[in-house]
T-cell receptor, first 112, second 112 residues
Framework: EDQVTQSPEALRLQEGESSSLNCSYT??????LFWYRQDPGKGPEFLFT???AGEEKEKERLKATLTKKESFLHITAPKPEDSATYLC?????????????FGQGTRLTINP | DAGVTQSPTHLIKTRGQQVTLRCSPK?????VSWYQQALGQGPQFIFQ???????QRGNFPDRFSGHQFPNYSSELNVNALLLGDSALYLC???????????FGNGTRLTVT
């Protein structure tokens, strides 16, 4: 069964304390891996798309990387405004149709 | 450039009633997908519309139905509401193919 698992479920960091969020997946026919940020009461906001193992994307304090089995979202010297839930999703070819499967998210809190 | 807009933002319904949620896609997008997000969970795929037809469907019962109009806007209908239908309903738009989804801020549905 196609699955996306994110860890940890929740993470508290001090401002400036770097860390990484993990997204592991078991899907066949991977077409892309997406990272989203979701603030409370809002819809997910697109961050990155990764398509192949070894690919990396960066945006401000965030860097996403991809291997054949997992993706990492590295956050460097985070600020309180980086607090949000980070969602990982994989686009896979399932029974002839492309579908986006989300993980449950990592709730990140950055304390000042 | 307007992003994805959804209405209403909040809705309270009674068990057994029917509800219609509306979505206008981001300008230039032709594909609309609907997701259900329970509290603390990742979004779950309901269905996707392209060229006014349902193209893909997730594991949701027939009580969930939809429509896409010639201007690409879309509706999600849920009949015979259950308490378990309480969730944030997200609409996302994209260009047909592998482009990332852009989400609206959702409709918070509460069934009492």
């Amino acid at each position: 069964e196609d699955q996306v698992t994110q860890s940890p479920e929740a993470l508290r960091l001090q401002e400036g304390e770097s860390s990484s969020l993990n997204c592991s997946y078991t899907v066949s026919g991977l077409r892309g891996l997406f990272w989203y940020r979701q603030d409370p009461g809002k819809g997910p906001e697109f961050l990155f798309t990764l398509y192949s193992a070894g690919e990396e994307k960066e945006k401000e304090r965030l860097k996403a990387t991809l291997t054949k089995k997992e993706s990492f979202l590295h956050i460097t010297a985070p600020k309180p405004e980086d607090s949000a839930t980070y969602l990982c999703a994989v686009q896979a070819l399932i029974q002839g149709a492309q579908k986006l499967v989300f993980g449950q998210g990592t709730r990140l809190t950055i304390n000042p | 450039d307007a992003g994805v807009t959804q209405s209403p933002t909040h809705l309270i319904k009674t068990r057994g009633q029917q509800v219609t949620l509306r979505c206008s896609p981001k300008s230039g997008h032709d594909t609309v997908s609907w997701y259900q997000q329970a509290l603390g969970q990742g979004p779950q795929f309901i269905f996707q519309y392209y060229e006014e037809e349902e193209r893909q469907r997730g594991n949701f019962p027939d009580r969930f139905s939809g429509h896409q109009f010639p201007n690409y806007s879309s509706e999600l209908n849920v009949n015979a509401l259950l308490l378990g239908d309480s969730a944030l309903y997200l609409c996302a738009s994209s260009l047909a193919g592998n482009s990332p989804l852009h989400f609206g801020n959702g409709t918070r549905l509460t069934v009492t």
